[in-house]
């Protein structure tokens, strides 16, 4: 049986380096010649002087949050896409950010995430992430068939006809958000349905917070956390012992928010991502999250740099139940009802599950006339997420920029 899914994934860090350096100095060099975005981008920068990690970093940096004004002046993609390529889906995420998909095996590179949860052949998983417009459902059965697994494509909700499927089919994994684990596992216990099949489970998306870890421990349940991306693909994932082990074939710098500079070790910094997919090149791609480098390496035998998984957010972008929110969005949510002059979406954390309120300032006079519910059918309009609504009084929200504010913890 094998140690790892990837060949590369116990290599010294020298051998890492060299191949990573020598894959860049490549990936440039095609970006700019078949990338519309890159071509510009670039026009005026040596790539050829472009071979370590210090001269990486001067490169200019891409915003995730940018990709909404630059996909809306050049759809689909903003010309980040080889011209003329074939795309095989196209994905719209919460923004809208839209997202590509082409053909091949283990696309979004999640099998070493699998891998490394347990997974092998002959697995039955139950994948509960989105097959709907959003890549959360296809990235993992992506993953769990390059591992050799059988999916299950049920998507999130419809509980009760869940928990039939793993009377009836008895998976031996699941996949998908871990509060939705933890809802299975209850409203089973309720019904009395039986769920012991389920003994390994790989959770993104969301926070696995101790207190869920512990008690799908209990259950049974062997449950490791993939840290992945709609644009990116996987970027790190848990193993054995702290942290999560990066993915091999991308390089990951740790950077000061608003600056090109890669922060020291054991700093906190926003995620940077490089990734080699000739289909989507994405150079210096900043995903908005926040971690740091954990020093050591993995029990495991992976060699990889590790990295203290999410330490949130360094925009007011949010992750909520697996999906992104974004400030523009949170406008347009305003602007769609006249009397709401100022508005504040506050993520909450209540028994282990994402709740979002939307503060609405409104004057007292017309507050009784404020449609709540219309209000909250925007909310699941533009985020694709229920969200609870608050009316305020004028001026009792702070003028301090602040449009989301994320009250979890970090984790």
């Given at each position: 049986?094998k140690?790892?899914?990837?060949?590369?994934?116990?290599?010294s860090?020298?051998?890492?380096?060299?191949?990573?350096?020598?894959?860049?100095?490549?990936?440039?060099?095609?970006?700019?010649?078949?990338?519309?975005?890159?071509?510009?981008?670039?026009?005026?920068?040596?790539?050829?002087?472009?071979?370590?990690?210090?001269?990486?970093?001067?490169?200019?940096?891409?915003?995730?949050?940018?990709?909404?004004?630059?996909?809306?002046?050049?759809?689909?993609?903003?010309g980040?896409?080889?011209?003329?390529?074939?795309?095989?889906?196209?994905?719209?995420?919460?923004?809208?950010?839209?997202?590509?998909?082409c053909?091949?095996?283990?696309?979004?590179?999640?099998g070493?995430?699998?891998?490394?949860?347990?997974?092998?052949?002959?697995?039955?998983?139950?994948?509960?992430?989105?097959?709907?417009?959003?890549?959360?459902?296809?990235?993992?059965?992506?993953?769990a068939?390059?591992?050799?697994?059988?999916?299950?494509?049920?998507?999130?909700?419809?509980?009760?006809?869940?928990?039939?499927?793993?009377?009836?089919?008895?998976?031996s994994?699941?996949c998908?958000?871990?509060?939705?684990?933890n809802?299975?596992?209850?409203?089973?216990?309720?019904?009395?349905?039986?769920?012991?099949?389920?003994?390994?489970a790989?959770v993104?998306?969301?926070?696995?917070?101790p207190?869920?870890?512990?008690?799908?421990?209990?259950?049974?349940?062997?449950?490791?956390?993939?840290y992945?991306?709609?644009?990116?693909?996987?970027?790190?994932?848990?193993?054995?012992?702290?942290?999560?082990?990066?993915?091999?074939?991308?390089?990951?710098?740790?950077?000061?928010?608003?600056?090109l500079?890669?922060?020291?070790?054991?700093?906190?910094g926003?995620?940077?991502?490089?990734?080699?997919?000739r289909?989507?090149?994405?150079?210096?791609?900043?995903?908005?999250?926040?971690?740091?480098?954990?020093?050591?390496?993995?029990?495991?035998?992976?060699?990889?740099?590790?990295?203290?998984?999410?330490?949130?957010?360094?925009?007011?972008?949010?992750?909520?139940?697996?999906?992104?929110?974004?400030?523009?969005?949170?406008?347009?949510?305003?602007?769609?009802?006249?009397?709401?002059?100022?508005v504040?979406?506050?993520?909450?954390?209540?028994?282990?599950?994402?709740?979002?309120?939307l503060?609405?300032?409104?004057?007292?006079?017309?507050?009784?006339?404020?449609?709540?519910?219309?209000?909250?059918?925007?909310?699941?309009?533009?985020?694709?997420?229920?969200?609870?609504?608050?009316?305020?009084?004028?001026?009792?929200?702070?003028d301090?920029?602040?449009?989301?504010?994320?009250?979890?913890?970090?984790?």
């Open positions: 049986m140690q790892f899914f990837h060949p590369l994934e116990g290599q860090a020298k051998q890492r380096e060299d191949h990573l350096m020598s894959a860049l100095s490549e990936q440039l060099s095609f970006a700019k010649a078949h990338c519309d975005y890159y071509s510009t981008l670039f026009k005026k920068i040596d790539l050829s002087a472009v071979g370590c990690r210090a001269s990486l970093a001067k490169l200019p940096i891409t915003h995730k949050a940018d990709l909404i004004a630059l996909q809306a002046a050049l759809p689909p993609f903003a980040m896409t080889p011209n003329k390529h074939q795309v095989g889906r196209i994905f719209k995420s919460p923004g809208p950010i839209y997202e590509p998909e053909d091949g095996f283990d696309w979004w590179r999640m070493q995430a699998f891998f490394a949860a347990g997974f092998s052949s002959g697995d039955i998983v139950q994948n509960c992430l989105s097959y709907h417009l959003t890549p959360g459902g296809f990235i993992m059965d992506s993953g068939k390059a591992c050799g697994c059988t999916v299950i494509p049920a998507g999130p909700g419809q509980t009760e006809m869940q928990l039939e499927l793993i009377e009836s089919l008895t998976p994994g699941y998908g958000t871990p509060s939705f684990l809802i299975l596992l209850e409203k089973g216990r309720e019904q009395g349905k039986d769920t012991s099949s389920i003994t390994k790989l993104s998306g969301e926070a696995l917070t207190t869920l870890r512990a008690q799908f421990a209990h259950a049974g349940i062997d449950v490791k956390q993939a992945a991306t709609a644009d990116i693909g996987l970027i790190a994932f848990e193993s054995e012992g702290e942290g999560l082990v990066v993915a091999e074939d991308i390089i990951v710098e740790i950077v000061r928010p608003g600056t500079t890669p922060v020291l070790d054991g700093e906190v926003e995620v940077v991502v490089t990734s080699f997919n289909d989507y090149p994405l150079i210096r791609f900043a995903t908005g999250d926040l971690s740091a480098v954990l020093p050591g390496q993995s029990p495991c035998g992976r060699t990889n740099m590790r990295i203290k998984g999410w330490l949130g957010r360094a925009d007011q972008t949010c992750k909520v139940k697996g999906l992104f929110v974004h400030p523009e969005q949170v406008e347009r949510i305003r602007c769609c009802h006249e009397a709401i002059k100022k504040r979406l506050v993520v909450t954390r209540q028994h282990d599950n994402d709740v979002m309120q503060l609405c300032e409104v004057d007292e006079r017309a507050q009784p006339h404020v449609d709540i519910a219309a209000v909250q059918a925007s909310i699941r309009a533009q985020t694709q997420l229920a969200g609870e609504v608050a009316l305020v009084a004028l001026g009792a929200l702070a301090d920029g602040i449009v989301i504010e994320d009250q979890r913890e970090s984790h």
